[in-house]
């Protein structure tokens, strides 16, 4: 695909036409079908054109579809604010709502900065991340980044906030046991507290299952405790970026579920109102809250368009659709699935290394040789022409690029809608495999 990504005065038609979606499907204007295996950017998690979400925006729309925040509250705005109290774990209770995960973890990590502020600290301002990591495109969100490619051109005027490795044990060759390589991060992030003095660090920021930056890396049952545990020794907070893994993407509502940790802040968006309307929040516990209502009273940001009605009705009516039609439990389901047929092509397959993920959440490594787990070169694109060639069958993935740290590694995540059918994922499978055949004919 020879694409750019503006939109000249007259639409760019090197880019497919979308006439319309339904479901997990899409139709461009020459009637070509995608199934939409990636729910674009791990997005649209309810499928496209469901009559309820769109009767609900156009309910709210009838009623008004913007206040200024700092005017008005809406019903709509309150209404999704208690809804996500309460499918969010422990006292995080509070939502602060923006219109891009690039602003929730932005904004995750100016509340961290304020709850020390308020606090007296006024040093404690440094975040720690992994290597591994996308958090964002924004600069805040960029310098906590780990996304080579995407820092490259902006690096003079980020902060150099990643400093640990992230659990990526199919190629931690250092260590021999999960739990050596689990020791290991949580000694790193111990580490990396203590240079940069423990007095100056504000929050360590991950996500609970590496997505952009990896291709969904899942981590040990154990290393989310051993890493709070470390930040609860050094007063640092934790920060979740669920901005891909929320709202039943991974079989829990929450990707941090899985773990057993609950963080002190967490930063969600894309599925939060599966594409319908740009929405996103940061959900903040009543620990952080404290000090900050108890001084200052406002978080220190926000937009134009936060707390927009018309977003919040449409995310409201999202998260109703999830509950009502068991979509978290769908997830774990069709995922179990959709995993296992993968494992059972990656059993043939000469260039599937590794085969990961948990619920509807599933990340493919491709590598040039099984046995030493040899990435392929550079120059050859691989993870461009998998998509391509897979977008040809009809069926989208997400590239992902597992290639921090001087790794090369080239992976791809499948993440259709949560509504997926066993039928469907049947159909999305076929056309998987007929892509991975031609792959590896080109590649092999
Ligand atoms: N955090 C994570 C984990 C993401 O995957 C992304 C986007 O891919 C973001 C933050 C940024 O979200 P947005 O593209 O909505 O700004």
């Not at 996308?134 to 996304?147: E, Q, V, W």
Request: aromatic share 8%.
């Amino acid at each position: 695909m020879n694409q750019t990504n503006l939109i000249k005065p007259v639409l760019d038609h090197e880019y497919p036409l979308i006439t319309h979606g339904k479901g997990i499907y899409l139709y461009d204007e020459q009637g070509k079908q995608y199934i939409d295996g990636s729910s674009g950017a791990v997005t649209a998690s309810i499928g496209h054109g469901v009559q309820e979400i769109i009767d609900a925006m156009a309910e709210q729309s009838k009623k008004v579809s913007f206040v200024y925040r700092s005017q008005f509250s809406t019903e709509a705005a309150e209404k999704l604010a208690k809804k996500i109290s309460e499918i969010s774990p422990g006292d995080l209770n509070w939502s602060f709502f923006v219109n891009s995960g690039s602003e929730a973890t932005e904004t995750a990590m100016k509340v961290a900065i304020q709850y020390w502020q308020e606090k007296g600290m006024k040093t404690k301002n440094k975040i720690i991340s992994r290597w591994m990591s996308y958090h964002g495109i924004t600069m805040g969100a960029l310098s906590m980044s780990g996304h080579i490619t995407r820092r490259q051109l902006f690096e003079p005027m980020l902060e150099k906030y990643p400093s640990v490795s992230a659990p990526y044990y199919y190629r931690d060759a250092a260590h021999k046991t999960i739990e050596e390589c689990d020791d290991f991060y949580a000694q790193e992030l111990e580490k990396a507290i203590l240079r940069a003095g423990k007095d100056n660090v504000a929050a360590f920021i991950a996500e609970p299952m590496i997505g952009a930056a990896g291709g969904a890396l899942i981590p040990s049952d154990q290393y989310f405790q051993k890493m709070k545990a470390v930040c609860d020794e050094y007063d640092v907070l934790f920060i979740a970026d669920e901005v891909m893994t929320g709202m039943g993407r991974t079989g829990k509502m929450f990707g941090m579920e899985h773990f057993n940790v609950i963080p002190d802040i967490m930063a969600t968006g894309k599925g939060m109102s599966a594409g319908y309307t740009p929405m996103a929040a940061t959900i903040v516990s009543e620990k952080v809250m404290e000090p900050i209502l108890n001084g200052s009273k406002i978080i220190m940001s926000g937009h134009t368009f936060s707390a927009n009605p018309q977003s919040a009705a449409t995310s409201l009516a999202v998260l109703n659709y999830i509950e009502k039609n068991n979509l978290v439990e769908n997830s774990a389901r069709m995922g179990a699935y959709l995993k296992e047929k993968i494992n059972e092509l990656a059993r043939t397959s000469e260039i599937i290394g590794d085969v990961r993920g948990k619920g509807l959440f599933v990340g493919i490594e491709f590598v040039k040789d099984k046995l030493t787990k040899k990435s392929f070169a550079r120059e050859l694109d691989v993870v461009n022409k998998i998509v391509q060639l897979n977008f040809d069958e009809g069926l989208l993935v997400y590239p992902a690029n597992a290639g921090a740290e001087g790794l090369t590694g080239d992976a791809v995540i499948l993440s259709p809608p949560l509504t997926i059918t066993k039928e469907e994922v049947d159909e999305l499978v076929r056309r998987f495999a007929m892509a991975l055949g031609k792959v590896e004919r080109e590649l092999l």
